[in-house]
């Protein structure tokens, strides 16, 4: 039977060279010998809206053409079904592809793992009707994004470095309070002021940030990582060193591996997957198995 792949596009991906790129990547995987069906959104709304039509149409592979929002927008469409993930990853963070191994920064690589057609399942995240694939933060890192979305300059990373400075002058550890069901089914609360909470279902955002470094997708757990308190210096002298997890070793790193996690805490703004969800309480599970995504073979 023919393959039949929907190819889920971010028109804007890719640094101008988006169509290109679709180009090249549609040619690779039609040489394979499946069918390729082109769905480019006008926004993520439409998107996922077009990603969802395919699923229920039956094409066997979604794959997406951009960063991780627009594997955000997938995953929507596709937790829990049996229809499979494949990435080409043309964003500037990319997250999720390095966690599974995908290549990034050569998309016809990147194709090739799609031809080579190994699912692999994963968990994912779900909170408030929203399914997260690699990290929800809820806290300082949070902080950083909601202030760097409202930033109309500058570009890139530096908008990010700047919000992170002006966040920081006026942060205060948050009091988290915390239901945690662990691995056994045993639930636990806890009150704990921490300048972070990260939930993880994948080790990095933020572009290789491995804020849960060695984080397992596929082992029924999320990971929550807290950021205990710390003055403000002591917080910018180690939180650039999250990049090579370095901040494992720090007393004031903490990881709790749970089923489900129930999170509160005055005035703090959660995102999943780098895109708003909304203001604390958050109400995160895990759910095993939930998409499978294909991956490069075993080495």
Known sequence: MTRQIALLANPTAGRGHADQILDAVTARLAASGAVVEHLIGDDAEHALELARKAAAEGVDTVV???????????????????????????????????????????????????????????????????????????????????????????????????????????????????????????????????????IANTESYGGGLRIAAECDPADGLLDAILIKPVSRLEFLRVFPGVRQAKHLTHPAFERIRARRIQASAPGVIAYSDGERLGPLPVDVECVPSALGVLVPPPS
């Open 64 to 198: 997406t053409l951009g960063g991780d929002g627009m594997v955000h927008v997938a995953v929507q469409a596709l937790a829990e079904t049996e229809v499979d993930l494949g990435v080409i990853p043309l964003g500037t963070g990319n997250d999720f592809a390095r966690a599974l191994g995908i290549p990034t920064g050569d998309p016809l690589a990147a194709a090739d793992v799609v031809v080579g057609n190994e699912p692999r399942r994963i968990d994912l995240g779900h909170s408030d009707d929203t399914w997260f694939a690699t990290v929800l933060a809820a806290g300082f890192d949070a902080a950083v994004n909601e202030r760097a979305n409202a930033m109309r300059w500058p570009h890139g990373d530096l908008r990010y470095t700047l919000a992170a400075l002006s966040v920081i002058r006026s942060w205060r550890p948050v009091p988290y309070r915390l239901e945690i069901e662990d691995a056994t089914g045993a639930t636990t609360v806890r009150e704990q002021e921490a300048m972070l909470l990260a």
